[in-house]
């Protein structure tokens, strides 16, 4: 199954529609879940390609990541990155 990250301006990377660490998402990330949860009842699964067609914003896109692990166990809700705060802080399609 993929999971999608998407990048909260706080440089933290997160499922589902808000930052589990400071609360951030907007409409936008609310609507790449939504569209997320669609594809993958209709059993697709989530790729930049099919969110991009779904209407979701190129910019929100451009700053997910879209990951696959060998074994669903070790999946996890969010992580951040080091040193990535400030690196195109505000791109997250307010
Ligand atoms: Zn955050």
Same mark, same amino acid.
């Given at each position: ?5 998407? +990048? ?9 529609? /808000? ?17 997320? +949860? /669609?594809? +993958? ?49 505000? +791109?997250?399609?307010?």
């Amino acid at each position: 199954m993929q999971h999608v990250y998407i +990048r909260c301006p706080n440089a933290h990377y997160f499922t589902g529609a /808000r930052c589990p660490w400071d609360g951030w998402g907007t409409p936008a990330t609310a609507e790449l879940v939504e569209v997320c +949860r /669609r594809l +993958r009842d209709a059993g697709g699964e989530p790729s930049t390609s099919a969110l991009a067609e779904a209407g979701i914003d190129v910019q929100l896109l451009d700053s997910c990541l879209i990951a696959e692990f060998g074994d669903e166990g070790f999946a996890f809700e969010a992580f951040w990155i080091l040193g990535g705060a400030g690196v195109d802080a505000g +791109r997250g399609g307010t």
